[in-house]
C-alpha cells in the first residue's frame, strides 16, 4: 500500500466562520439597544439570519476531521459523508479551483461526477503537490480562479 498523496481537514476556517457569527450577534444587540423602528427590525432579521448561517458553517466544518482527499495504490479517495474511491485510470478529467481558500475539485469519470469542497491544512502546498500528481499521470486538469 503506497501513498502518494494526501491532505488533512483544517480547523481554521471553523473558527473564522464562529468569529463572524459572534460580530453579526453583536450587531444584532447593537441594533435591539439602539432601536430605530422598521430600519432596527429589518437589519435585525438579515444579521439573525446571517448568524445561524455562520453558526451552522462553523458546525459543519468543525465536524470535518482527519484525512479529506488521499491517492493509495492511484485510487483517489474522497472522504465525505461516505467514502468514495476512483481508481486514476477511469479518471477523465479533473477540475481544480486554483485559488487561496477552499479545496475544490470536479472528477469526471466515463460516468459520474464527483465534487468536493473542503478546507484543507497546507492548502498551497497540497494543491501544487496534487496537480503535480496528476500531471505526472496525465490525467486531463483544468485549474480556475
Not at 445561524?52 to 483517489?76: W, Y
Request: net charge positive; charged share 25%; glycine share 2%.
Amino acid at each position: 500500500m503506497k501513498k502518494q498523496f494526501e491532505a488533512y481537514y483544517s480547523e481554521y476556517w471553523a473558527w473564522l466562520w464562529f468569529s463572524l457569527a459572534i460580530v453579526f450577534c453583536v450587531n444584532i444587540a447593537v441594533f435591539s439597544v439602539r432601536w430605530l423602528g422598521t430600519i432596527s427590525l429589518t437589519f435585525i432579521i438579515v444579521f439573525s439570519i446571517c448568524a445561524i448561517v455562520f453558526f451552522l458553517m462553523f458546525v459543519k466544518t468543525k465536524r470535518e476531521t482527519g484525512i479529506a482527499v488521499e491517492i493509495i495504490d492511484d485510487i483517489l479517495i474522497l472522504h465525505k459523508k461516505e467514502i468514495i474511491s476512483i481508481p486514476i485510470e477511469e479518471v477523465q478529467r479533473i477540475d481544480i479551483h486554483n485559488a487561496d481558500g477552499s479545496f475544490d475539485i470536479l472528477v469526471k469519470t466515463a460516468n459520474n461526477k464527483y465534487s468536493m469542497h473542503c478546507f484543507i491544512k497546507e492548502q498551497r502546498q497540497k494543491k501544487t503537490l496534487f496537480i503535480d500528481y496528476l500531471k505526472s499521470k496525465s490525467i486531463k486538469l483544468k485549474t480556475y480562479d
